[in-house]
């Protein structure tokens, strides 16, 4: 199986700032990787695909970067709805597996 | 307008079989190249791929649960059902399905929580 791991498991910021999430997998996936949202209770939302590819509706603070073993998810300037618990995953082999997840709190 | 809801049992005894059913709209498994998925997330943990069934009936599982799921579809319902035997209460968690584009999930039901209990 290919391990996504994500750095930092969590992380605070405040409203405004630039945050980095980085995802490495433990082989390379090409630019088979997605990011996900998911806030409390709530279900799993496809933000970015592909590795850099913004899905449909959402917000273009939001953007992807990567390839091989090593990506990040960025958000340009945090609003408080991003406040949200960010996953990875990989699409090159099967079975398809998930980071662990960066938890982003409230400064 | 894709939508996908998750029906079920909330409840199951250990060893029991739970029979999930996703029942969705606005895609055909008809349709080259489509597919659904099943990921399951545990309270408090991270998200976890359980099986996938392509409109070709190609089916894909998680190697280490492969002996305890089977996934199934029924065109004529646009349903897809996954079937998982001698539950355990480490199997207890949230489960969706999910459309598949391109590997990835784009829209979701709004899961269903499963409690293995006795």
């Known amino acids: 199986d290919i391990q996504m791991t994500q750095y930092p498991s969590s992380v605070s910021a405040s409203v405004g700032d630039r945050v980095t999430i980085t995802c490495r997998a433990s082989?390379?996936?090409?630019?088979?990787l997605a990011w996900y949202q998911q806030k409390p209770g709530k279900v799993p939302k496809l933000l970015i695909y592909?590795?850099?590819t913004l899905q449909s509706g959402v917000p273009s603070r939001f953007s992807g970067s990567g390839s091989g073993t090593d990506f990040t998810l960025t958000i340009s300037s945090l609003q408080p709805e991003d406040f949200a618990t960010y996953y990875c995953?990989?699409?090159?082999?099967?079975?398809?597996?998930f980071g662990q997840g960066t938890r982003l709190e409230i400064k | 307008q894709i939508t996908l809801k998750e029906s079920g049992p909330t409840l199951v005894n250990p060893t029991q079989t739970l029979t999930l059913t996703c029942t969705f709209s606005?895609?055909?498994?008809?349709?080259?190249?489509?597919?659904v998925g099943w990921i399951r997330q545990s309270p408090g943990k991270a998200l976890e791929w359980l099986a996938l069934?392509?409109?070709?009936?190609?089916?894909r599982y998680r190697p280490s649960l492969k002996s305890t799921f089977t996934i199934t579809k029924d065109t004529s319902k646009n349903q897809v059902v996954l079937t998982m035997t001698n539950m355990d209460p480490v199997d207890t968690a949230t489960y969706y399905c999910?459309?598949?584009?391109?590997?990835?999930?784009?829209?979701w039901g709004q899961g269903t929580l499963v409690t293995v209990s006795s």
């Open positions: 606005g895609f055909s498994l008809t349709t080259s190249e489509e597919a």
């Open positions: 999910a459309h598949r584009i391109q590997g990835f999930f784009d829209y």
């Open positions: 592909a590795a850099s």
């Open positions: 995953q990989q699409a090159k082999s099967y079975p398809y597996t």
């Open positions: 082989q390379g996936v090409s630019n088979r």
């Open positions: 069934i392509y409109w070709s009936d190609e089916k």
